[in-house]
DNA sequence: CTCCCGTTCTGCTCAGGGCGAAACGTCCTG
DNA sequence: CAGGACGTTTCGCCCTGAGCAGAACGGGAG
């Protein structure tokens, strides 16, 4: 994937070594996806090396992708959600909801914020 | 993207000539995302060239990631969504969306499926 | 200490992302 | 009818980054 036409909409945060901490407003699809995938392989109590075995990948890069710091294929997804005993939907469903939440505690942490601010003002 | 690593649990929807017609279970991301695209833009009554221009990348490619063909990266796709003035979180509930009701729909039809089967023994 | 796990780093190959040019299909007008 | 405009798809190409293997590192537990 060429990053040569780097859009301007694009969000600030295409530094890979960076955390997938949204910052203000969205994540990018990788990080989202990474840290969803991360979250529902541990609530299986699974470990990195056994689901990457089952999803026919490398450790190392399902660690990569579970860090947002990979755009997988499509395939690739859909090898890691079957690793997980997930389909696409259950995924992207998991993935929109995560998403909702923590738009919904940003959210209320800036509501947060500016009452504080307003306090020390 | 390589896919020299070809998982074994991957649908083998892999020929990017195919239209993006769910087979026996799921799409891929990329057809699911595309065709959740395509949908968007035709309900802003917006032109390819339009939202394509806004998003800061080809017409051509955007009609190639509409129609399932490519894997957009998380920056490509964040762009897009910017340009239909949605946050990721609003297209990812989509896509889910869209997923779940086709996922349903194949239910159906595979028990009318079942039923016409039974009917005609 | 060893072992296990997860992560990072390094270096590599080559597939495909993303593009521009060209082609195609549809609709409208003279 | 031909020609033009518009939207979309196809084609060919460059070069970036996906995905890998090997090695090393850091942290925790026994």
New interface residues.
Partial sequence: ?A?T???????DE?DPKRPEAPQD????????LGECLRDLRHDRGEKLTDTAG?????PQYLSEIERGMK?????????VA??LEL???DL??A??ER??S??FTASVAAYVHRSAYALAA
């Fill in positions: 994937m990053e036409a780097a859009p301007d909409q694009a969000p295409t407003g969205e994540p990018l699809w990788r990080d989202a089952r999803a026919g990948i490398s755009d997988p294929s499509s395939e690739m997804i859909a090898a079957g690793a389909t696409l939907t992207t469903v993935v929109a998403l909702r923590v738009q």
